[in-house]
């Protein structure tokens, strides 16, 4: 399998569930993205782990919980959300920082992982 | 900070006519633009990019895009739509995180719909 998965495609669930969205990317890149689409609002980048380690949170609320176990898995976390939480979560995927390629900022992003929180 | 502006929410636009997409981006260095495609319950498919050099860049199926550093500007174009083209667009503008990662502002989209 190639390119960026994030499992599941759909998920629905209400504000007291506990559940995880997957992305697994392989591309043998070493950065890893949590994007946020809403109907009315532009993406909104939310978490960026480069190497494994988080480099970037953008004032994220808590209910949101990413993990990078390693460099090709990445993890949200759910816990407690809003209905205004619904959205499509996509991840990406890009080139390590120290890539002297012009790959290095080019992101590839999955399918995206649709949210209902009722 | 970054940001970037489409001024066109929606376009319409005959099968067989030209296309061009509106991009206006803020950046205090040089940046780093892209053009992505969603197609409906899809992710973003890369189209083209400019890091440097020929301000005008060819990307995939047919588009192209002009960097205009005194206007701010990274239009897309393509001079023959075809129905498949129908989906939204976004323009992005990137910026270095510091030491590491990359980090990508988007537009608003511009969705763009084809008439038979």
């Known amino acids: 399998e190639t390119g960026v998965t994030q499992t599941p495609r759909h998920l629905v669930m209400g504000m007291t569930n506990k559940k995880s969205l997957k992305c697994e990317q392989h591309l043998g890149h070493n950065a890893m993205y949590w994007y946020k689409q809403s109907a009315k609002k532009p993406l909104e980048l939310m978490f960026v782990y480069s190497l494994e380690e988080r480099v970037e949170n953008n004032s994220v609320p808590s209910r949101f919980s990413p993990e990078c176990p390693n460099s090709s898995h990445l993890f949200l976390h759910l816990h407690t959300l809003q209905p205004e939480d619904s959205a499509l979560y996509l991840c990406?995927?890009?080139?390590?920082?120290?890539?002297?390629?012009?790959?290095?900022?080019?992101?590839?992003f999955g399918a995206g992982s649709r949210l209902t929180v009722l | 900070a970054q940001s970037v502006t489409q001024p066109d929410i929606h376009i319409t636009v005959s099968e067989g006519a030209s296309l061009e997409l509106r991009c206006n981006y803020s950046?205090?260095?040089?940046?780093?633009l892209f053009w992505y495609v969603q197609s409906p319950g899809q992710g973003l498919q890369l189209l083209l990019k400019y890091f440097s050099g020929d301000t005008l860049v060819q990307g995939i199926k047919g588009f192209e895009a002009e960097f205009k550093r005194s206007q701010s500007s990274f239009n897309l174009r393509k001079p023959s739509v075809h129905w498949s083209d129908a989906a939204e667009y976004f323009c992005a503008v990137g910026a270095r995180l510091g030491a590491a990662g990359n980090k990508l502002t988007f537009g608003g989209g511009t969705r763009v719909l084809v008439k038979p």
């Open positions: 950046y205090g260095a040089t940046p780093y």
């Open positions: 990406a995927s890009s080139q390590d920082h120290t890539s002297r390629s012009s790959g290095a900022n080019v992101l590839t």
